[in-house]
Every structure is written in C-alpha cells, then in structure tokens.
C-alpha cells in the first residue's frame, strides 16, 4: 500500500529574513516568501499558512488573525512586537514569539554611531565635501568624554549603550522602573528616580523602552522643555514614544542642538507629513529603521525564530514567547506525557456526556506533584473539557489562550500539589480530576487528605491516572478501579458483576456488527468502597453484595454505532453503556 504522507506544514514569510533560518524550514516546511503584501492581499493569503514570519513592517491586526484559520504561531524576526495585536493572539491561541537579544548588539551599537555622528556633523560634514565644499570652521563638534548620558529604559539594549558609552568616557544616567539596581551598578549606571532628573542633566538623552501605552508620547513639549540647551535626543528604539511635532518645534527653536531618529510614527514617512519633515530638517540625522540591520544580526534573528516556527510547529513549547509562560525544556519533557493523560481525563469527563460541571479540582500526588509549572497540565485539562465544542465553534485551546478561555466559560479548576503517598502508593504519580457537584462547596477526594470538606459525596465525579514510562493511564472511574489506556474507540458499560455479561455483551455486539479488540472487567475498589460509594449508608450488607456493580470496558475498532449501545441497556441487562473516542 502507497505511504500517504502528511502534508507539510506552511509557513509565510513577508519581509527580508536571513537564508540561514529560512534554509532550517525548508528541510520539513513549504516557504513562501511574498514580500510588500497589502493589507488585504495579507488577508486573503494568510487562511492557507501555519505559521507566519514577520519583522516591523507587517501589521498582524485582529482581523488578519481572525481570518488566520491555521495558524499556530507569528514569528517576529527580531525584538519590538507592537506591529502584532498579542492580545488577539492570544485569544485565539496563538504562539507570538520573537527574537529577544538577537539584534540588541547592533541596535546598541547604531545608537552609538549615530551619537557620535550627531557630536561630530558627519553626515553633514561628509554631504558638504562630496558637493566640492571644504568647511573645515563650519563642522566643529564636541567631544563625548566627561559628557552626561541619560538612558530611558536600562532593558537589553539600554544596557549594552550604558557600557559601551561609559567606554567612551561618558557619566551614564538611567531612568528605568524595573532596572535592577546591581545590574545597573555593575554598568556603572546610576538610576535617577524621576524624568525631569535625567533630562534636566544630560548632554545627550537617548530611549531604549518598548512602544507600550506608558511609553507613548513619554517625550513631548513639556519633557523637551526640561532638557538642556544644545542637549541632543536619540530614538533608536521606537516612533511614537518621542512626540515628533514637538521634536520638530524644539530643534527648530534652537532649544536643541540635534537629534538622531532611527524609528519613525509611520514606516516609511511621507515628505508631507511630520515625520517626513523631521528627517528632512538639517539637525537631524535620520535612518530608516535600520538598528537590526547588520548581517550578524539578522542571522541571528532568523535562526532564533525558525528554530522556534519549527519546534512550535512539531508541537514543543515555545521558548521565547511573548503570550505563553516559559517552561524548560527538561521540565516539559517530564510533563508530556501527563499532558496527553490530562487532556484525555477531560474529554472523559464527564462519562459519555456534554459538560455540566464547571468547577474541578485538579490533584498531583508523588513524584508529579513535585514539578512547579503545571500550566500545560491546566491548559491541556481546558482543552479536553471543551474537545466538544472548540473543534465546533472553530477555537484552539492550548497553553497560551486556557486561562482566558477557562475564564470566559466559567471553568474553575483548583490545582493541588499533594505530598500524601496514600492513595498514590502504587503508582510513582498519580493526577486525579475531581468534578465536583453544582453549586456545592468543595469535597474531598477519597486519598486526598488536605481536601477537606463535609458536604455531601454521592454527585462528584473522580477519574484518576497515571503514566507508564510514556503511556497514559487510567486507573480509576468513580468508583470503579482500572488500568486502561485512554486511546482510540472505548465503550465503557457499568453492569452488574454477574456471570455470563461478558458473553453477553460480547454477542450482542457482534450481532451488530462492532469488533472486539480488548475488553477489561473494572471492579469497585473495596478501598474505594469505604471511601466513596454512592447512597451506600442506606443498603444492607447483603444488598451491598448483590448490588456490587463492575465496569466494563471495550475497545472497540470503530465508532460505536448508537443502536449496539442502546441494545446493550435494553436486551443485555447492562445498567448504562456509552461509547466514548479518545
Ligand atoms: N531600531 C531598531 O532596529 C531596534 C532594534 C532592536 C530593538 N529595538 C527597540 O528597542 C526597544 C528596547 O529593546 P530591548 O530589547 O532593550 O527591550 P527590553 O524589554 O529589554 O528593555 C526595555 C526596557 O524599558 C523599560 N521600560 C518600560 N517602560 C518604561 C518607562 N515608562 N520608563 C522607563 N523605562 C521603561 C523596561 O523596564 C525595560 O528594562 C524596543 O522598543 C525594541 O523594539 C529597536
Ligand atoms: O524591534 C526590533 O527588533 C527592531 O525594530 C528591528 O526591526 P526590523 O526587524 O524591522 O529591522
């Protein structure tokens, strides 16, 4: 028989992006590079791609991720993500990550080269010789030595200017928030605590923080006002935070005696506009975004977001994500397989029925109550909760969109690290769900001996399992005590433990044309029993004994068709059937 082979993943690249990670997706990924799209040619490709590549061109609004039917993660081929709506990623589940230090060297280093160009007239002084001129008198400069430099923002790059100034003599100033005070010592930065202190002092102000809502117009008429006279601005990280109108209106008072401007309100300005009229004033030196642009850089860059496209797409965590909490590698590696057991725990939940719980309690006993990040387990327990209706309505649920999702549905989920060995003895870990009844105060998991609560018992529902080496299992339904693997087509039947129903059930299923490929007898656990047993203060011990159910589980290698399970209850004697796809 001809192998039919998986369709490779698709991935679309819109701007210039280094071969070097390019060549990486190649190997496994179909690559299409389409570079200037329109907003609306954006639009209409992106239904068909996985993955998506960007720099700080490509504007990833909501309504391109909304028509994103496929895509599993945006890719920012470097460090800023303004240009992405993240919020609307992550509802929609999905991974934005970028390159967080691959070009921070060389944005550093161009805002030092444009510095030094600033106090030294050399785009001017270069323009004037090439024209024939010799002014010699006419480009005198000053030095950086001894000079003040005040950074806004002590981030990565912040950090690398801070050093690489103070190599040049500089006294650095930093205003940061969140610096840390020994990083910043160690630079030899001093932190100033407020705006007015940094730029009433400086000889040159440069801002290195990120284009978020405190940052934007961080910079305008009253700020530019508190510099020095002949101080000098630098914006080498992004437009907006600097108020351009009133950049323009300080440099043309002569408040200022020049700035250098790397990043722009629009990419690329038009000469009508401010920004356009910014670069084209004589004290400005102005480049068009190009702080990321060495070859060293970019390869950086490229690399760190392919091998990211690539690991996210063969379903690994990202590692750079700026939606998704980061979680090591070796510590995803000791929870996948849990992840798998937990997302099939909940689609198991409840047994053969639609949703109607909304609060569970999520219980990690032995050697898995000891990992501290369980989030992929809480988003894969969302995910098989509403297996139903995501694939329906046409959602993703995963580790970047469970929490927000759980939310908006109302799903609360308690996560308890158990340390008791009691109920886990058998088993190096165990991972119960516990659903507890509507609105019932919470109740305690048979085992589970810091949950505790006296409200009644008989509705909760409890599906407990473990991990063999990589394979899930189950080993318990309410009070039934089993090892299963929770895999393909099951047909799970609660009868009476009597003899002769597995020949019956066995007949019956034949007669209707449904194949047998395992069947396993799951009888209550007497431990259990004493723990949890629906109604039973009310039954007498012989009623006990002859009331003794036992479950049985089927696997089956189709879909069970719903008239072998109605079959089953009416003629079969079995007290409840329900076939269930894992
Ligand atoms: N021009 C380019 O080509 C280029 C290249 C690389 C980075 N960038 C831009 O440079 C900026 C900095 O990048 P990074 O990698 O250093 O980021 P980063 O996150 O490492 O550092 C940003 C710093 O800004 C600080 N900050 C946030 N709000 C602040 C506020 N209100 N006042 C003072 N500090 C504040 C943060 O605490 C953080 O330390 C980003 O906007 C990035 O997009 C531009
Ligand atoms: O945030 C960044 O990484 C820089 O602004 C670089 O942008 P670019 O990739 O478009 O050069």
Redesign the pocket.
């Known amino acids: 028989m001809p192998l039919i082979q998986k369709p490779r993943a698709k991935v679309l690249v819109t701007e210039k992006l280094s071969n070097d990670g390019m060549a990486l997706l190649r190997t496994s990924l179909d690559v299409d590079e389409h570079k200037n799209l329109s907003p609306k040619e954006l639009l209409s490709k992106i239904p068909e791609y996985n993955a998506l590549i960007i720099r ?1 061109e490509t504007q990833v609004t909501d309504l391109v991720l909304q028509a994103a039917r496929n895509l599993k993660v945006v890719a920012r081929a ?3 993500v ?1 240009n992405v709506d993240v919020s609307e990623a992550t509802r929609l589940g999905i991974v934005v990550v970028n390159s ?2 691959g ?2 060297g ?2 550093a280093e ?1 805002t030092i080269a444009l510095m030094m160009a600033l106090a030294r007239n050399i785009p001017e002084a270069c323009a004037s010789l090439k024209s024939g001129k010799w002014e010699r008198s006419k480009f005198i400069g000053v030095e950086m030595k001894g000079k003040v430099l005040g950074i ?7 950090l690398i200017v801070a050093r690489l100034a103070k190599g040049l003599g500089m006294t650095i100033n930093a ?5 840390s005070l020994s990083v910043a010592a160690s630079a030899s930065v001093n932190l100033v605590p407020s705006l007015p202190e940094l730029l009433s002092c400086s000889d040159f102000v440069t801002i ?5 809502a ?2 934007r117009g ?1 910079i305008g008429a009253a700020e530019l006002a508190q510099m020095k006279t002949g101080a000098r601005i630098l914006n ?3 437009g907006g935070t600097i108020d351009e109108d009133a950049l323009l209106a300080a440099l043309e008072s002569g408040h200022l005696a020049g700035a250098a401007v ?2 722009f309100t629009t990419e690329p300005p038009t000469s009508d506009t401010t920004p356009g009229k910014l670069i084209a004033h004589p004290k400005v030196i102005a480049t068009p ?5 060495t070859v060293e850089a970019q390869e950086n860059v490229s690399v760190d977001v392919c091998e990211q496209v690539l690991e996210i797409l063969n379903g690994s965590l990202p590692r750079s994500a700026v939606n998704a909490p980061l979680i090591l590698p070796e510590e995803y590696q000791k929870l996948q397989p849990f992840v798998r057991l937990v997302e099939k725990i909940g689609i198991r939940h409840p047994p053969g029925g639609s949703m109607t719980r909304n609060t569970f309690d999520l219980i990690y006993q032995g050697e898995v109550a000891g990992i501290h990040n369980t989030r992929p387990l809480y988003a894969a327990l969302i995910k098989g909760l509403l297996a139903p209706i995501s694939a329906s309505e046409g959602f993703n649920i995963n580790i970047v969109n469970a929490e927000l999702i759980a939310h908006e549905r109302g799903i609360f989920v308690s996560e308890q690290h158990s340390r008791d060995p009691s109920d886990s003895s058998s088993y190096s870990s165990l991972v119960t769900l516990v659903a507890r009844p509507p609105s019932r105060a919470p109740s305690r998991a048979p085992g589970v001996t810091e949950s505790s609560s006296s409200a009644p018992q008989q509705q909760q529902r409890i599906i407990c399992g473990t991990c063999s080496g990589n394979r899930p299992l189950i080993t318990r339904l309410d009070r039934f005590e089993a090892s299963f693997e929770p895999q393909g087509n099951l047909l799970i039947c609660v009868n009476y433990d009597s003899p002769g129903k597995i020949g019956v059930v066995g007949s019956i299923l034949g007669r209707e044309g449904v194949n047998i490929n395992f069947m396993i007898v799951a009888p209550v656990s007497p431990k259990l029993r004493d723990n949890y047993d629906e109604g039973d203060a009310q039954l007498t011990e012989k009623e006990k004994l002859d009331s003794t159910e036992a479950l049985m589980i089927l696997g089956i290698d189709q879909a069970v068709p719903e008239q072998a399970t109605a079959a089953l209850v009416k003629e079969g004697g079995v007290l409840s059937a329900s076939a269930i796809t894992l």
């Open positions: 700080s470097g460090v800023g303004d967080p230090s070009n921070i060389a944005a161009h806004i923002g002590l981030g990565k790059v912040g205003l940061d928030p969140y610096a290195h923080t990120p284009l978020i405190s940052t961080m080498v990280a992004r790397d990043v975004h190009l702080g990321a642009s």
